[in-house]
C-alpha cells in the first residue's frame, strides 16, 4: 500500500493499492455500517491504472463505491477482501490523527 494523502482526523486517507486509487473513511472501530461491520464504513476504488480526470463522470470511473452500503461492486474477485484487508490494518489513531 502506498499513502497518496495520509488519514486526516476525519478518519479519510487515499492510498494506491494493486494498481488502483482507493479512497476510504476507516474509524478506529468497527460498526454496522462498516464493510463486513469492521472499520472502512465509506470506500472509493478506481478503475485498474486510472487517473481521476475531473472531466469524466464521476462513477463511470470507479470499479467499487461503498458509503454505509454497498452501491456497486464490478472488481474482479479477491481484489476487495485485498484491499479491505489492508485498510483494517491501518493503526488506530487519536482524535488529533496520530498513532495510538
Known sequence: MKIIKPQTRSGWITVEIEGRIVEAKVY???SIFGINEGRVSKLVIM???HVRNRHEDYFAQLDYNYDRGL???DLPAGVLDNIVAQLEALPVTDCEG???
Open 71 to 73: 452501491d456497486f461492486d
Open 28 to 30: 478506529n472501530t468497527g
Open 98 to 100: 496520530r498513532v495510538r
Open 47 to 49: 478503475k485498474k491504472d
